[in-house]
């Protein structure tokens, strides 16, 4: 099964897709450091009180008006878009494990398998996630046990994440990572791993690193972030 072998006919495991920069969804990139600006003087008072405040006030202040920045270029970008937990819709089951089979040549019954799995909804893992623009897959994600490497203590791991070219520069991978966090740390599960060849983006997203692992059957060491969903989300 998908959760517990790797393909040999593949020879490659579920691990998270980038673009070849490096970074999956670069659009957060609008409002992430300096490049944002700083909130309006109307939302955080007048100069005078920004300036008679302490160094800390300021940045609390500032750093408030970029989370709602972010948020607010966040929605604006996801209007379109609904992120759907498979589980919770059986008749997208089908088209959800070819569309994954076809980004990752994972073999499709692998996916069947593991679909199916999560839509008897017996325990938290595994779960697969679609980010849905209309009838259409943007972009997608799932959460099993291990991801193919050397490291079976480190579960459960996102992976196969992954977005359409054509909807890319949107924050789509960072709403699907965000929706997964919460709905695993919703079914109790807060720590997840997830295995990558890639640095410099799920730190965005909260994500952390953790340690090198070795994927199997691969030559070269791969990266393993982890993420803690603390109490308030």
């Known amino acids: 099964g998908i959760c517990t072998a790797r ?8 691990k998270v897709f980038a673009e070849e920069s490096g970074v999956e969804e670069s659009g957060f990139l609008l409002y992430n450091g300096d490049t944002v600006p700083g909130p309006p003087e109307s939302a955080t008072g007048s100069s005078r ?5 302490g160094k800390g006030s300021r940045s609390a202040q500032a750093e408030a008006g970029k989370r709602q920045q972010r948020a607010e270029m966040r929605k604006y970008r996801m209007d379109n878009i609904i992120i759907r937990k498979v589980r919770e819709h059986p008749d997208m089951a089908d088209a959800a494990a070819r569309w ?13 398998e593991s679909v199916g799995e999560c839509l008897k909804k017996q325990s938290a893992v595994p779960q697969w996630y ?8 943007a972009g997608g994600l799932g959460v099993i046990e291990n991801d193919y490497h050397n490291r079976k203590d480190l579960t459960p791991n996102v992976c196969a994440v992954y977005v359409e070219e054509a909807f890319r520069r949107r ?13 695993m740390a919703a079914q109790g599960i807060d720590t997840l791993y997830l ?18 692992v ?19 989300g």
């Open 49 to 53: 009180k920004l300036r008679s405040a």
């Open 214 to 232: 070795r994927g199997d059957g691969e030559p070269d060491m791969s990266r393993m972030y982890v993420h803690r969903q603390d109490a308030a």
């Open 171 to 183: 924050g789509i991978a960072g709403a699907l990572l965000e929706a997964v966090c919460a709905d």
């Open 130 to 137: 679609l980010a849905m623009d209309g009838e259409d897959i």
């Open 195 to 212: 295995l990558t060849d890639h640095d410099s983006f799920y730190e965005r997203y909260g994500w952390e690193f953790h340690c090198l």
């Open 7 to 14: 393909p040999e006919s593949t020879g490659r495991r579920m």
């Open 100 to 112: 994954f089979h076809e980004k990752w040549g994972i073999p499709l019954e692998a996916y069947q």
